[in-house]
Nanobody
Framework: QVQLVESGGGLVQPGGSLRLSCAAS???????????MSWHRQAPGKERELVAI????????NYVDSVKGRFTISRDNAKNTVYLQMNSLKPEDTAVYYC??????WGQGTQVTVSS
């Protein structure tokens, strides 16, 4: 069974940076590098939204408009890990961030709070 464990969340001031990591395991029959990996977030009182995605085949990347130019998604297939580098953070980035594999397997989430 695929398991995803996020880390790297926390409290940061506006304009600061955080780097989220997601370690994946349990790929019994499939190869991790074939999975599309994505980060989603859910703020209080709001619907969950897709923030960034990096495909397994081809490594194509897409971002939600609100984070373009500030966030960077990347993956290290040798370590079964996907990252989300978040720069120039804003209070509206405050949310629980989830790592997702193939839009099917979800991590437990990590809290990101941007506040002065």
């Amino acid at each position: 069974q695929v398991q995803l464990v996020e880390s790297g969340g926390g409290l940061v001031q506006p304009g600061g940076s955080l780097r989220l990591s997601c370690a994946a395991s349990g790929f019994t029959f499939d190869r991790y590098d074939r999975y599309d990996m994505s980060w989603h977030r859910q703020a209080p009182g709001k619907e969950r939204e897709l923030v960034a995605i990096i495909t397994g085949v081809g490594g194509n990347i897409n971002y939600v408009d609100s984070v373009k130019g500030r966030f960077t998604i990347s993956r290290d297939n040798a370590k079964n890990t996907v990252y989300l580098q978040m720069n120039s953070l804003k209070p509206e980035d405050t949310a629980v961030y989830y790592c997702v594999a193939n839009l099917r397997y979800w991590g437990q989430g990590t809290q990101v709070t941007v506040s002065s």
